[in-house]
Structure formats: structure tokens, C-alpha cells
């Protein structure tokens, strides 16, 4: 007993120096990296603009002001979209001459029970009680005490109440007002973020401004804050974009140390965020962890990148863990177990030593590994984890795909729902109208084609390129060009089941479509494809990438700019008689008058 208990100890002893070892040259690594970039990109800037006869100022002010008029269009534009959105709903509902009860029969759908739980908040004496009394809940459901916090994902309304309180808004604005201009500036700060990200990738403010024309004009496809104010997806999503955009920044290569931390630090806030807004949000993480997985699984961006990723939804999903009331539908969520076969793929990987059988074999096994292993933990959490949340939801799509038939009623009802089958022609023909389905395909294609060469390069054994020139016509070889196009295959794919999936993949689609117009390298590409000698191909990329979206903005404001107009012109009209005489009787009756 004594020798195996000193043997374990030992074993345990030299896996743990091996770890802090292998952590600490990890470290050590990125620090090197970091300090090689920082010293590399001045240098080389410098040669650049000592070739070009540039001083190093001049180059320092055009860079402050790119960077400058490109933040104040990217806020602009979100600003104007709040302000758009509040416009167009005070004109189709008459809001501000509305009595309250007809205002909260606007919030259609299930979503205005999220409301009135803000409403309880407001009323209660004390934040505290408030709290409690959403948390001990016995007035949804029928017979039954539940904690509505964890539930519903009451969060967003926790949130506003605390801010409507600690502002002082109650003599300045009605609660009401105060919570749908929450909702209004936090889709504003969706756009700015889809703004972002597409000038990021393409490195002009114009595909920008293109992916913000493109949102609002296919708005009827790219959000549902027409009908449902309160949703859970209208406070989420823009934390997801969030999310999206400081990836992106994180992905690129050649980045300074600052930047990579500043984009570390909003992928963290803004992950956590996201996941306690949304009861679904972790699915959605798991849609962007596999395209992760795929990204490294090709050697297309710097591992140690990736899994820090990995680390946040780890971190995410046990915080969130405990700050939801011990949400047991994280636990078992795909997300955890996904990340969880990762790190520990990634941990055999590095205890193995270079060059060796087990190496090798690990490197031709490590998908099949990772996805063993995610079913298995998967599995394993689920029989001894109790929990009944999100049930349906892996029993719907059961039976969505053919591999389970069901005669509960709930199910056939869900089959039957419009958001649940699969889309329409009048999507695709409103996406063509507007000339973004077109676009986006020519984008996706270019940088599907690209990114197949470089996956065969690196199969082959060639290195990728430390930078990318206009020249080389390699767009592939951008990790966040990569990870953008896997990720809207995936939310395309899924889009293409589901209607309703179609507001988390149209966004991306904007985005990516004016990305791909705006930006050189995707035009060089495909002239190094046909090999152009009649004309020089860097000048016609240049030429390209300003007079295509040049012109798409011209026409879009040409045939679209008026309907919009007219939209926020046109008096609509909503009344509705009977909920408004339904509610005002069961107030009475609950208030212990009378019944008529």
C-alpha cells in the first residue's frame, strides 16, 4: 500500500511539472511572438514607407484619420439605426398616444410576459424583494412555485430595472420608454458591430457602410425586433456580434500585443454576456467552437489562439454555471463537452514527444478523437447530471432529421410552426432583389476555392505565409477569412432547415457579401486565377474594390431609400379591441371585483 501510494504520488507529481512545463513554455512563447511582432511591424512599415517616399508622420496622421472617420461611421450608423428603429415603431403602433395596457398588447407573441416581469421589478419595494419574488415565483404556472429567473432568462430585465432605478429616470421617462430604448441602442450596437468586423476583414470603412445598408434593407430577414421587442434574441445578439468582431481581430496575424489583448478581453466580456442573456446561446457557441475546431484541425491559425478561445467557454459556461441558479442545462450542454475533448486532445498532443509513432498517429486520429470523445462525455454527463431543460429542443430536431417519429401533440404543433420549416422562395427571391445573395455566393465561392489550395498546401507539407501580400493573391490564407466562411456554412446549413435560423446566418451574410466586394485581396485572387496580363491586376483589384460597392450603394439608395422613407412617413394603424376588453376584465377580476 505504502510503495503504490508513493508511486501515485509520483506520477502525479512529475504529470504536474510536466503541465506547469509545458503551460509555462506556452507563456513563454506567445510572450516571444508578441515582442517579434511589435518589433517586425515597425520595421517594416518603415521600409514600406521609405520605399513609397512617405515620412513616418505623414503615414502616422493618414492612419489616425482612417481609423478616426471609420469609428465615427461605424457609430454613426449604429445611432441612426436606433434612432430609425424608434421612428418606424412609433409610426406603426401610434405608441406615445397609447393608454399602457395598449401599449404592452403591441409586444406581440409570448415575448410580452418578459416585460411584465420587468413591470413586477418596478413595483416591488425594494430590488431585494423583487428578486425573491421573480425567484419564488407562484403565478405563471398554474400550482406550481418556479424560480422565473433561471427559467426565463430574466437577466435583461433584472438589468434594466437596476439601471432604470439607479439612473433616476422615474420623473424623466416611462418605464416602457426606458426599456425599449435599451433594446433599440443594443441593436444599434449590433450594426456598429457588424460595421466592425467587415471593415476589419477588408480593411476599408466602406464595406462597413454597405453591410449596414444591406441589414436594414433586408431587415424583414436579419432580426425580429419588428415584432418582438422583448425577446430574449433581440438583448442577445448584439453581444454575439460583439463576440464575432473582436475574434476576428484576434484571429489576424501580425497583431501587436495591445490589440490582441484589448480583443481578448471584449471576446471574454462579451462571450459571458451573451450566454447569460440567451437560454439557447450555447448551442450558437457551439456552432462557432466547431468551426474553431475545423480552423486548427487544418493548421490555418495559431493554436494557442484557438484554445484560449477555448478557455473563455470553459470559464463562460462554469460561471454561468453558477450564477444561473446551477443551470444543469449547461453542464450537459455540446459546448462543454466539445471543448472539454479539445483541451484534452490538445494536452496528448503536447506530453507526446515530436516525431514518434504515437505523434503521428495522434495527428491523423485527432478528429476522430475529439468527436469520440465529445459523444462519449456528452453521453456520460447527461446520465448522471439530472436535468429536463432544452429536452424538446434536441426532440424536435430528433424528428426533424427522420431519426424519430412522435405523436405528442407539442411536437406536431412545433412541426407545424412557420419559423420551424424550411424557408421560403420569397427569402431568396427578397435576398436577390436586393443583389445580396448574388454577391455572397461569387464571396463565398472565391473564398471556398482559396481555402481548399491551402489546405492541400498544408497537407502537402508547405508552410503558410507570416504575412500576406495584395500580390500573392492568397485570401485563404487569412485564419479570420477562414473561420467566417466556415462558420456561415454552418449557420447557412442550418438556415436552410429552419426559418427561423435564417436571423442568426442573414447578418453574417451582409457582412461577409460586402467584405468580399470591398476587398482587394478577394479581387486579386480571382485575377490571379485567370491570370490577367492585359491589364495589371493590383491596379484593377484597387479599382475594383471601390467601384463595385460604389455602385451597389448607388443603387440600393436609388430604389430603396424611398420605401424607406415612406415607411417612417406612413401613419400605420393597430388597434386591437377585443385583447384590449380581454385584459382590461382580467385586471378587474384579479384585483377582486366583480366578475360582469
Known amino acids: 500500500m505504502g510503495f503504490s501510494g508513493c508511486s501515485f504520488r509520483n506520477t502525479v507529481a512529475i504529470t504536474s511539472y510536466k503541465m506547469s512545463s509545458g503551460a509555462a513554455d506556452l507563456r513563454q512563447r506567445r510572450k516571444q511572438n508578441c515582442t517579434e511582432s511589435d518589433k517586425m511591424a515597425p ?71 418578459y416585460y411584465s416581469f420587468y413591470k413586477e421589478l418596478l413595483k416591488a419595494p425594494s430590488f431585494e424583494r423583487g428578486v425573491y419574488e421573480l425567484t419564488h415565483n407562484n403565478k405563471t404556472v398554474s400550482l406550481k412555485t418556479i424560480n422565473a429567473v433561471q427559467q426565463m432568462t430574466l437577466y435583461p430585465e433584472l438589468i434594466a430595472s437596476v439601471l432604470y432605478q439607479a439612473s433616476g429616470s422615474e420623473e424623466v421617462i416611462e418605464p416602457v420608454y426606458f426599456y425599449i430604448g435599451i433594446v433599440f441602442g443594443l441593436q444599434g450596437i449590433y450594426v456598429t458591430a457588424l460595421f466592425v468586423t467587415s471593415w476589419v476583414m477588408s480593411g476599408t470603412w466602406l464595406a462597413g457602410m454597405l453591410t449596414v445598408a444591406w441589414f436594414i434593407i433586408n431587415r424583414t430577414d436579419t432580426t425580429r425586433i419588428d415584432y418582438s421587442i422583448p425577446s430574449r434574441e433581440n438583448w442577445a445578439l448584439p453581444y454575439f456580434a460583439c463576440q464575432v468582431a473582436a475574434l476576428t481581430g484576434y484571429l489576424k496575424k501580425n497583431l501587436n500585443c495591445s490589440a490582441e489583448k484589448f480583443c481578448y478581453l471584449l471576446v471574454s466580456a462579451s462571450t459571458y454576456t451573451f450566454m447569460m442573456m440567451w437560454e439557447y446561446s450555447h448551442y450558437l457557441l457551439f456552432v462557432q467552437a466547431v468551426s474553431l475546431f475545423l480552423l486548427d484541425s487544418f493548421a490555418l491559425a ?9 478557455k473563455i467557454y470553459m470559464f463562460s459556461l462554469f460561471l454561468g454555471y453558477l450564477l444561473q441558479f446551477e443551470n444543469s442545462a449547461l453542464l450537459v450542454s455540446p459546448l462543454l463537452s466539445l471543448v472539454a475533448a479539445l483541451m484534452l486532445s490538445k494536452y ?34 447527461k446520465m448522471f447530471v439530472p436535468h429536463k431543460e432544452n429536452e424538446h429542443l434536441l426532440k424536435f430536431l430528433e424528428i426533424k432529421l427522420g431519426l424519430n417519429t412522435t405523436k405528442n401533440f407539442t411536437m406536431n404543433w412545433l412541426l407545424c410552426q412557420e419559423s420551424l420549416q424550411a424557408p421560403s422562395q420569397d427569402f431568396f427571391l427578397r435576398l436577390t ?40 493573391g492568397r485570401i485563404g490564407e487569412r485564419p479570420e477569412i477562414v473561420y467566417h466562411v466556415i462558420h456561415t456554412i454552418l449557420l447557412g446549413s442550418l438556415a436552410m432547415c429552419l426559418e427561423g435560423m435564417k436571423y442568426l446566418w442573414t447578418p453574417y451574410v451582409c457582412m461577409l457579401a460586402a467584405f468580399g466586394v470591398c476587398s482587394p485581396e478577394l479581387w486579386m485572387t480571382l485575377f490571379k486565377w485567370l491570370r490577367l496580363k492585359a491589364v495589371h491586376p493590383i491596379l484593377l483589384a484597387l479599382i475594383l474594390s471601390m467601384a463595385v460597392p460604389t455602385i451597389i450603394g448607388f443603387s440600393l439608395w436609388k430604389e430603396f431609400f424611398p420605401r424607406i422613407m415612406t415607411e417612417l412617413s406612413e401613419l400605420q394603424e393597430f388597434y386591437d379591441p377585443d385583447t384590449v376588453e380581454l385584459m382590461t376584465w382580467i385586471k378587474y377580476c384579479h384585483a377582486g371585483q366583480f366578475l360582469p
Not at 355 to 374: A, D, P
Open 43 to 113: 520595421e517594416e512599415r518603415h521600409k514600406e514607407n521609405s520605399k513609397l517616399g512617405r515620412s513616418p508622420k505623414y503615414m502616422l496622421i493618414q492612419r489616425f484619420a482612417k481609423l478616426f472617420f471609420g469609428c465615427l461611421a461605424a457609430v454613426t450608423s449604429g445611432m441612426m439605426y436606433a434612432v430609425y428603429l424608434s421612428t418606424y415603431h412609433e409610426r406603426k403602433f401610434w405608441f406615445s398616444s397609447r393608454q399602457e395596457l395598449e401599449r404592452e398588447i403591441t409586444f406581440q407573441g409570448d415575448s410580452a410576459i
Open 302 to 310: 495559431q493554436s494557442e489562439k484557438v484554445h484560449e478561445v477555448y
Open 348 to 381: 496528448l498532443q503536447m506530453n507526446v514527444k515530436k516525431g514518434t509513432f504515437m505523434s503521428r498517429l495522434l495527428k491523423i486520429m485527432y478528429i476522430y478523437l475529439v468527436l469520440t470523445v465529445t459523444l462519449t462525455l456528452n453521453l456520460l454527463l
Open 433 to 472: 432583389q436586393s443583389s445580396l445573395l448574388p454577391f455572397y455566393i461569387l464571396v463565398l465561392i472565391i473564398c471556398l476555392f482559396s481555402v481548399t489550395q491551402v489546405v492541400f498546401r498544408r497537407i502537402c507539407g508547405e508552410p503558410l505565409k507570416e504575412t500576406v501580400k495584395l500580390e500573392d
